[in-house]
């Protein structure tokens, strides 16, 4: 199957024409194989013996359950079971976004001490640097005064 588009040329020198252009998609569509791969299961839910009378409506048994449809139990206990997978995967799946998230929390941690450290050094150097000048001290300049 190809996707087709036309299109119609409309410049003043050549006559009206149609162009078919037919392309051939080369990869797969995953929606389609994912559609391709779909099966037909049993339904969940199983009606009960239809009552074709009033009198079959009034006389009739009642049955272990009152809903007006019954689970399949096999259906129920795959459900189940899917969900719990499900479960699992998100739950791993968030314990392995906490681990990264504690580990991004360290490395920020031990960037702010490092920082820390260097703003604690240059606070320092400033000191020293600020004492010096203010007590006029020689600094090595040898320079004549006229």
């Known amino acids: 199957m190809g996707a087709s588009e036309s299109s119609l040329s409309s410049s003043p020198n050549l006559a009206d024409e149609i162009t078919t252009v037919s392309e051939r998609s080369e990869g797969v569509d995953p929606i389609l194989e994912r559609l391709k791969s779909l099966k037909i ?9 239809a009552e074709s009378s009033l009198t079959d409506i009034l006389v009739r048994k009642p049955t272990s ?5 019954t ?4 259906v129920l206990l795959e459900l189940f079971s899917l969900y719990r997978d499900w479960q699992e995967e ?8 906490q681990g990264e998230i504690e580990n991004r929390i360290e490395l920020v941690d031990a960037l702010a001490v ?4 260097r703003f604690n050094y240059s606070v320092s150097a400033m000191k ?3 004492g010096h000048l203010s007590e006029g ?9 006229n």
């Open 41 to 49: 299961t049993t339904p969940i839910l199983t009606s009960p013996p």
């Open 65 to 69: 359950s009152s809903l007006p449809g």
């Open 71 to 74: 689970l399949n139990p096999k």
């Open 90 to 97: 998100k739950a791993k799946n968030i314990s392995q976004k």
């Open 114 to 117: 490092k920082l820390l450290q």
């Open 128 to 130: 020293t640097t600020s």
């Open 137 to 145: 001290g020689n600094w090595g300049a040898k320079g004549k005064v």
